[in-house]
Nanobody, 124 residues
Framework: QLQLVESGGGLVQPGGSLRLSCAAS????????IGWFRQAPGKEREGVSC????????NYADSVKGRFTISRDNAKNTVYLQMNSLKPEDTAVYYC?????????????????WGQGTQVTVSS
């Protein structure tokens, strides 16, 4: 069974950093584009970033460009989201998801496989 598990969330002060991990089990991650999404309280889920199967293509939402970096280690079957210069508005549950589509616009409708999410809270 295809399974994704996020980890690395937590409470951090504004300006701080966190690195989220998305580990896959039951399938080989390098067959899939991986996306990161987030949902803040009272808001719709939005795309944050995606990375192609080989890792040669990435895409970011405007709100996180220059602050977040997505990467993958296919040997470890894991994708990462390095989040720097965090802001209170980055507070959300963060999800990773897998897709057979290319990493273009970060459209959640193209991602059928989802993890359970990890909470990120940015607050002083």
């Amino acid at each position: 069974q295809l399974q994704l598990v996020e980890s690395g969330g937590g409470l951090v002060q504004p300006g701080g950093s966190l690195r989220l991990s998305c580990a896959a089990s039951g399938f080989t991650l390098d067959y899939y584009t991986i996306g990161w999404f987030r949902q803040a309280p009272g808001k719709e889920r939005e795309g944050v970033s995606c990375i192609s199967r080989s890792g040669d293509r990435t895409n970011y939402a405007d709100s996180v460009k220059g602050r977040f970096t997505i990467s993958r280690d296919n040997a470890k079957n894991t994708v990462y989201l390095q989040m720097n210069s965090l802001k209170p508005e980055d507070t959300a549950v963060y999800y990773c998801a897998a897709s057979v589509y290319s990493c273009g616009n970060i459209d959640q409708r193209r991602y059928p496989h989802w993890g359970q999410g990890t909470q990120v809270t940015v607050s002083s």
